[in-house]
């Protein structure tokens, strides 16, 4: 039986339009949540459409970019319009009146022209229109041709694993294109991790769908609330990443100030989540229906249960993405803490052309050869595998493999066991900071029961009960499995026509092992022969305790298989790894409600 849904499932594309075939009730709830979702994409493209028209109208390169982040990101920027105007008076007025001193110093000692030169240049670097990256590009090189210190971009692209030109040569282009720019006009932003997802486009599309949906779409909780509870959720594993830039967002839809000062700033009600919050990113396995109660009693600060389900989905979310994060190396945003820094110009300086890390081959380091002979050993290993796979064991024989298996990824450990650095502005919206994560069976300790995965499973019991409570998100987040699970190019580093289903059925069922989660139906013999030592590191550090990742571990596992099938590696981590908190976290819902 697959993690996602199979037979029982009746998710199936038909075609570019992304519909899909459902039970007759599911079918009704998609077509209205297409058209919900539609309708608000169409009032985005209806203002898009009036603002490209102003803007090409426009005179001065500033007015173009005041007019597309001010009025294309839903008012976004509130002021910023004014400020736009200015500095296009400041910029080249003040330097032709009183010289490059005077604009300098006008810019250097005003915050909000600093946040504007930020704005700029994330613009000249990810904006999806053409034209808009240009005019910024434009506006930068002319402040510092007028000795203006303006911002530079600490890192070379959307990730620090990833030679920039490769996500450029692989990522989203064409038809695909609409995917960022309707990011562009929902967020204000195409962030990085939705960079790097663009490497491949039909799960990009089942992300930002889901994402979207989660954070700005009607639901019970206010916007500010989705954002804090982001941000709670990341700050466990220490992602300043994605802490910041949805603190940058919670700002934006209006959130009280004062909580940003820490989780002790926060109303009593969210901060009563600190202990799902803890549990559900570290030890999933240990939620019960009695933390449920707890939040649902009724009370001036209880939840409802339709708010608990959407706050359960937002944490394990972002859990989740904080390994994607780490594990594809993903860099902060260009205008937010950690993207950039001020400096003088220089001679030297050329980020205005970009630059990146040197080529796929001088990265990885290693001889060609033996990458080759790792290829070639792991392509005869499915082979064999699937010559054998008809021979049945026992359940005696199939148990024992997986107790097996659980108790190996004990000893697979990262080597650097260096802690996180922790930043004083991500740990202030953590409580128990020492609760992290313990292997599920551990030597001389008693274990909580295996989670047979046949006596809850997602398509026969989460679904259908986040169907009940989050009907929209149950559809969403069914798709969101499905195309992580099934996603495949029929290729393997220089193969062609491979069937890769055994090797993503391998590495999707290990981390759910990891968590404690046993399929029956599944050989897990498999996974020690098919998942390499430095690859099951790899996917315990990034699963487990992904502050601890790095760049050599990334590249010491699959040495000669491109960038964009590890970042496929990444993708079915994210959703395994969702799955699995999720379905304890239902359970225990379930167990609740019965």
Not at 138 to 147: P, S, V
Not at 195 to 216: D, E, N
Request: proline share 5%; hydrophobic share 40%; net charge negative.
């Amino acid at each position: 039986m697959l993690p996602v849904k199979d037979t029982n499932s009746k998710i199936l594309e038909t075609g570019s339009s992304g519909m899909m075939d459902f039970s007759p009730l599911d079918t009704q709830r998609w077509v209205g949540l297409r058209t919900r979702m539609e309708e608000d994409r169409a009032k985005n493209m209806e203002q898009l459409e009036l603002d490209v028209l102003a803007c090409t109208a426009l005179r001065g390169p500033l007015g173009t970019t005041a007019n597309m982040e001010q009025s294309v990101s839903s008012r976004r920027e509130n002021g910023q319009g004014k400020n736009m105007e200015q500095i296009d008076h400041s910029i080249p007025g003040s330097v032709g009146k009183s010289g490059p001193v005077v604009a300098t110093a006008n810019m250097e000692h005003t915050s909000e022209s600093q946040s504007l030169l930020l704005l700029l240049l994330r613009m000249s670097k990810s904006c999806p229109y053409k034209d808009v990256r240009k005019k910024s590009s434009e506006i930068l090189q002319a402040a510092q041709d007028r000795r203006v210190k303006i911002p530079r971009p600490l890192g070379h692209g959307p990730s620090s694993f990833i030679p920039l030109e490769e996500i450029q040569q692989e990522g989203v282009d064409g038809s695909e294109q609409h995917i960022f720019m309707e990011a562009f006009i929902a967020a204000g932003r195409v962030d990085n991790v939705m960079t790097v997802m663009g490497l491949h486009p039909k799960y990009l599309s089942c992300f930002w769908a889901t994402h979207h949906y989660l954070l700005r779409m009607d639901s019970p909780l206010p916007f500010p609330v989705r954002h804090y509870i982001a941000i709670m959720a990341a700050a466990r594993h220490q992602c300043s990443q994605l802490v910041n830039l949805h603190i940058s967002e919670y700002i934006h839809v209006g959130g009280d100030p004062l909580w940003l000062n820490g989780i002790k700033f926060a109303p009593e009600k969210l901060r009563n989540l600190n202990e799902i919050n803890k549990i559900l990113a570290h030890r999933p396995w240990l939620i019960t229906k009695e933390h449920i109660e707890a939040l649902l009693k009724t009370g001036e600060n209880s939840w409802s249960l339709a708010e608990l389900i959407q706050a359960v989905i937002l944490l394990v979310h972002f859990h989740s993405l904080s390994s994607f994060v780490f594990g594809c190396g993903v860099n902060p945003e260009l205008d937010l803490e950690g993207g950039h820094v001020f400096r003088p110009p220089s001679p030297r300086d050329c980020y205005l052309v970009g630059s990146s890390p040197g080529s796929k081959d001088c990265v990885n380091g290693i001889r060609q050869g033996e990458a080759v002979q790792e290829v070639e050993a792991l392509m005869a290993k499915m082979k064999l595998l699937q010559q054998t796979i008809e021979e049945e064991a026992s359940q005696e024989e199939m148990y024992t493999r997986f107790e097996k298996a659980k108790t190996e990824s004990l000893f697979v450990t990262p080597s650097d066991k260096s802690e996180a650095l922790h930043l004083a502005s991500v740990s202030c919206f953590v409580e128990d900071s020492d609760f992290q994560y313990k292997d599920f069976s551990r030597r001389g300790e008693v274990t909580p029961p295996t989670f047979r995965a046949q006596d809850f499973t997602w398509e026969d019991h989460g679904y259908s009960l986040t169907t009940r409570l989050y009907p929209d998100a149950a559809l969403l987040l069914d798709k969101k499995f499905l195309t992580a699970y099934s996603l495949t190019y029929n290729t393997m580093a220089m193969h062609c026509d491979v069937d890769t289903s055994m090797l993503r059925r391998a590495i999707w069922n290990y981390i759910h092992c990891v968590f404690g989660i046993r399929y029956d139906d599944y050989d897990y013999g498999q996974v020690n022969v098919l998942l390499e030592r430095s690859l099951k590191v790899y996917i315990k550090t990034v699963a487990c305790y992904p502050e601890r990742t790095t760049k050599k571990m990334y590249l010491d596992f699959w040495k000669h298989f491109r960038n964009s099938e590890k970042v496929h590696v990444n993708l079915i981590l994210l959703e395994a790894r969702m799955q699995a908190a999720l379905l304890y976290a239902l359970r225990a819902i379930t167990r609740y409600m019965t």
